[in-house]
């Protein structure tokens, strides 16, 4: 089935060390989102692709960064974790950024910061 | 993108349709309205989208009203797995999520 995958699902960093997160998709889509969700609040986006052309969120903080080398695969790169950055990051697809289109989620990798 | 106002919790019992209202009153012409479900320990799901008409799938139907201005998921039957938090969205370019319903289904 085509899916979006997330790896790892769980992962643990410390303070200040570089963590890169990943995501992959076989369904082709042209668009790939990054959220943070955080304990018992809605998913906030950071950031997404639209192929290559990267679209960052007005207050996405400039610790976090993000690439796409090709279609498939998106990461999520956090330069300096701090204590506030430990949350649920989801990754989704979508054919296209209008209204048209629904997005598909992968099951989220789980960041702890110690 | 619109602001969206649903309200923080409802209570369903099983088998019994389930209607959650989501208010979108500063939307705009062509923004669709969308809907997710999160279930606990899981990425948001996609349930249902659309701009004007009432739409239908083996999901949920989705109720637009005519001015746009609010709308409501049905779930025909609700069952203990359909226990999640809804997300209402409007989009006409990126997705933004508000703060969701919690629903309880009790059996």
């Known amino acids: 089935d085509a899916m979006v995958i997330q790896n790892p699902r769980y992962q643990v960093t410390q303070f200040g060390k570089p963590v890169t997160l990943s995501c992959s998709q076989t369904l082709n889509h042209n668009v790939m989102y990054w959220y943070q969700q955080k304990s018992s609040q809605a998913p906030k986006l950071l950031f997404h692709y639209y192929d290559k052309d990267f679209n960052n969120e007005a207050d996405t903080p400039d610790n976090f960064q993000s690439r796409r080398p090709n279609t498939s695969f998106c990461f999520l790169d956090i330069r300096s974790p701090g204590l506030g950055d430990a949350a649920m990051y989801l990754c989704?697809?979508?054919?296209?950024?209008?209204?048209?289109?629904?997005?598909?989620f992968g099951p989220g990798t789980r960041l702890t910061v110690t | 993108d619109a602001k969206t106002t649903q309200p923080n919790s409802m209570e369903s019992n099983e088998e019994e349709p389930v209607h959650l209202p989501c208010n979108h009153s500063?939307?705009?012409?062509?923004?669709?309205i969308h809907w997710y479900r999160q279930l606990p320990s899981q990425g948001p799901e996609y349930v249902i989208h659309?701009?004007?008409s009432n739409v239908n799938n083996r999901m949920a139907s989705l109720a637009i009203a005519e001015d746009r201005k609010s709308s409501t998921l049905i779930l025909h039957r609700a069952t203990l797995r359909d226990a999640a938090v809804y997300y209402c969205?409007?989009?006409?370019?990126?997705?933004?999520f508000g703060a969701g319903t919690r629903l309880t289904v009790k059996p």
């Open positions: 659309g701009l004007t």
């Open positions: 969205m409007t989009n006409n370019n990126d997705m933004r």
């Open positions: 500063t939307i705009s012409g062509t923004d669709y």
């Open positions: 989704a697809t979508s054919s296209g950024t209008s209204g048209l289109y629904e997005q598909y």
